[in-house]
């Protein structure tokens, strides 16, 4: 009777002990996800290369041998160091792409550019617009003479920079083509300026590989579309620079 009693006491103990490091798991998982935020965070940061470096250093340094003892986690320390190397390309992107940026400043006082491109910079992308209708007549997909020459003032910025992939969109107003018009709707208007603008810069010598056409027609407003000074100012084409990456 009392070998039988000592049994499940031992029994007892050892699911208690199984169960009591269950929590190692969730804590490790936790630990792990805590660690990929703050780089990706730390990451995404303007600090100086030199310190981000030393930092991760010293992290890996600490976390050395410690996480080899967790093995029941599910996050792996190959799985965290993809994380981290994702995180710090996407460090140099953004860095590269505010260098580029900062080109596009200059770009904009050129004679024939200024007072027509406005450019912004969001997480890496930097996009340029221009308005519709200084690059299209009214209703029209056909480039003016003035478009042209604009495209061609831009060409110069796109050839120097030739990791940039340029998407190019296009946008009308949500004012509905006339009935007199030979386009259906707004959709295919803002498609063939797309299209018509991207075949410029082919003329130009811009690689195909390099560039892509998209017709938004009315989406993505600027600004609420009540009155023709705002129609006038989401009626634009847009040119998404956005950094190529190797073997793309």
């Known amino acids: 009777m009392s070998d039988e009693y000592d049994d499940d006491l031992l029994i007892d103990f050892e699911e208690d002990d199984s169960e009591g490091s269950e ?50 986690s599910r996050i792996t320390r190959e799985e965290a160091g993809v994380l981290l190397d994702q995180a710090l390309m996407r460090r140099q992107i953004i860095e590269s792409q505010r260098k580029v940026f900062a080109e596009v400043k200059t770009l904009q006082t050129k004679k024939g550019v200024e007072g027509l491109v406005s450019a912004n910079f969001e997480d890496g992308v930097i996009t340029l617009r221009v308005p519709g209708d200084v690059m299209f007549q009214s209703g029209q997909v056909e480039l003016t003479p003035k478009g042209a020459q604009l495209v061609a003032d831009l060409k110069d910025f796109f050839i120097k920079h ?4 340029i998407k190019i969109v296009g946008y009308t107003d949500n004012v509905r083509p006339g009935g007199n018009s030979r386009f259906k709707d707004n959709w295919e208007i803002s498609a063939m300026r797309a299209v018509n603008v991207l075949r410029e810069l082919l003329k130009l010598g811009l690689e195909s590989t390099r560039l892509t056409a998209t017709g938004l027609a009315y989406l993505n407003p600027l600004y609420p579309n009540t009155s023709e000074e705002y129609r006038a100012k989401n009626r634009r084409v847009e040119f998404i620079l956005e950094k190529r990456v190797s073997g793309k």
């Open 23 to 72: 929590w190692l798991t969730t804590f490790a998982d936790l630990s792990m996800l805590l660690l990929v935020f703050f780089i990706l965070l730390y990451s995404m940061s303007t600090l100086d290369n030199e310190k981000f470096s030393e930092t991760f250093s010293s992290v890996t340094k600490a976390l050395q041998g410690k996480m080899d003892k967790i093995s029941t």
């Open 162 to 165: 030739k990791d940039q992939n």
